[in-house]
């Protein structure tokens, strides 16, 4: 079974601290890896995608890949009330195929 | 712009009712899915259209009913529902199968 694993939280950290949301999958030779966001009652978001090594800024974001691991992050720098929302990591996992979700991670930023 | 509409924002229908759930993007993307979401879980893959042929059907029940007149369109129909199918459909594109998804805002189902 081809899968992405993410912890289903909730993680709950303080304004203005790194948020770290993890995601791990079951298939050595995937090759890209996207993160959403969906707030409560709304379709999901595109944040970044993320093909190699390494890390990836966007903003306050930041996507890390470790291929080696299978594991994929998402850092949130400065984490305001209005980044509460969950997070999805997805991967087509290898080839031409859909995307596979994650459970999901759902994140509260703390007032 | 990475648009997709959907249409209508909610539907509330009678188990005997045929209604249908539209989505429309305009980017030229040739990969077109129907996603069923319940509360608290992810989306969950209903069908793929690849180049305007269905690809995918996961197993879904023939209640519901996939279509796509042409590249830009994708309806999913519907008849006979049963209560458990309340959830929000939600449509995404790609420029092709397993590159970035776009999503509509989806169509909040209730079947009463």
């Known amino acids: 079974q081809k899968e992405v694993e993410q912890n289903s939280g909730p993680l709950s950290v303080p304004e203005g601290a790194i948020a770290s949301l993890n995601c791990t999958y079951s298939d050595r030779g995937s090759q890209s890896f996207f993160w959403y966001r969906q707030y409560s009652g709304k379709s999901p978001e595109l944040i970044m995608f993320?093909?190699?090594?390494g890390d990836k800024e966007d903003g306050r974001f930041t996507a890390q890949l470790n291929k080696a691991s299978q594991y994929v992050s998402l850092l949130i720098r400065d984490s305001q009330p209005s980044d509460s929302a969950t997070y999805l990591c997805a991967s087509p996992l290898r080839g031409n195929t859909p995307l596979v979700f994650g459970k999901g991670t759902r994140l509260s930023v703390i007032a | 712009d990475t648009e997709v509409t959907q249409t209508p924002k909610h539907l509330v229908m009678g188990m005997t009712n045929k209604k249908s759930l539209k989505c429309e993007q305009h980017m030229g993307h040739r990969a077109m899915y129907w996603y069923k979401q319940k509360a608290k879980k992810p989306p969950e893959l209903m069908f793929v259209y690849s180049y305007e042929k269905l690809s995918i059907n996961e197993s879904v029940p023939s209640r519901f009913s996939p279509e796509c007149p042409n590249s830009s369109l994708l309806n999913l129909h519907l008849h006979a529902l049963q209560p458990e199918d309340s959830a929000l459909y939600l449509c995404a594109s790609s420029q092709d199968v397993g590159e970035t998804q776009y999503f509509g805002p989806g169509t909040r189902l209730l079947v009463l």
């Open positions: 993320i093909y190699s090594n």
